[in-house]
């Protein structure tokens, strides 16, 4: 007998894999479902953003009429201020013309700091400060005339050759002048004194008498410590 070579396979053919087709023919590929959440977070973002915008723009407005509201009112009281604000009649000058003769209440040494009463009978034209390099510190040459003139008296001019009418030294920290009348000493323990002029350098007689008037109005302005005061 010959060997029975047949196989008798049993095991059922494997099933063919098989890929969804559309109508038209072409493979199709089921996608799984796509996520919103950055949608979501994009648009909120967008949306506080908008806010914040349109939050800051309503304060930066708001802010900036207060400022402007605030500069007006300052500007309005200052104005306000400088129309309230008397006129001071005041006069410190060096070197003077006929117009700068008018009566003022004081006369201001910015120098030292003080300022002067000055009687109502005298017309104070001006002072020369002269710095001293000695111990007996620094003075003025105060220059001026008795009365109301339109005409400034030779003698009665302020400058560099001027005799003066009164002559005031100021030494400081207490120190003492020999050759002058203490008549005032300020807050910082500084001395001031007067000295009376040398001479009398009009010629004309009636020039003289307006000179000599004149220089004893000075020396009681001068003299009188509460003429002086802090400017």
């Given amino acids: 007998?010959?060997?029975?070579?047949?196989?008798?396979?049993?095991?059922?053919?494997?099933?063919?894999?098989?890929?969804?087709?559309?109508?038209?023919?072409?493979?199709?590929?089921?996608?799984?479902?796509?996520?919103?959440?950055?949608?979501?977070?994009?648009?909120l973002f967008l949306v506080l953003l908008a806010a914040g915008g349109i939050g800051f723009g309503i304060w930066a407005y708001l802010d900036g009429n207060q400022k402007a509201s605030n500069l007006n009112n300052q500007i309005s009281d200052l104005q306000n201020q400088l129309a309230n604000q008397p006129e001071k009649?005041?006069?410190?000058?060096?070197?003077?013309?006929?117009?700068?003769?008018?009566?003022?209440?004081?006369?201001?040494?910015?120098?030292?700091?003080?300022?002067?009463?000055?009687?109502?009978?005298?017309?104070v034209t001006g002072y020369i400060y002269e710095k001293s390099g000695s111990s007996y510190g620094d003075g003025i040459a105060l220059a001026g005339v008795k009365g109301d003139v339109n005409n400034i008296p030779e003698f009665a001019k302020i400058d560099s050759s001027s005799s003066a009418e009164g002559y005031l030294r100021r030494i400081e920290n207490g120190g003492e002048f020999p050759y002058g009348s203490l008549v005032y000493t300020d807050e910082n323990n500084n001395n001031y004194y007067y000295e009376h002029p040398q001479s009398i350098d009009s010629t004309d007689e009636s020039m003289q008498n307006l000179e000599i008037e004149s220089v004893n109005l000075f020396e009681q302005m001068l003299r009188d410590k509460n003429n002086y005061s802090k400017i």
């Fill in 1 to 43: 007998m010959q060997p029975n070579n047949t196989v008798n396979n049993t095991s059922p053919a494997p099933t063919p894999m098989t890929t969804p087709m559309n109508p038209g023919g072409d493979i199709v590929f089921k996608d799984k479902p796509k996520k919103k959440t950055g949608l979501i977070i994009g648009i």
């Fill in 89 to 123: 009649e005041e006069i410190i000058i060096n070197e003077n013309t006929e117009s700068d003769i008018n009566p003022a209440d004081y006369i201001y040494i910015g120098e030292w700091g003080i300022k002067i009463k000055i009687p109502s009978e005298l017309n």
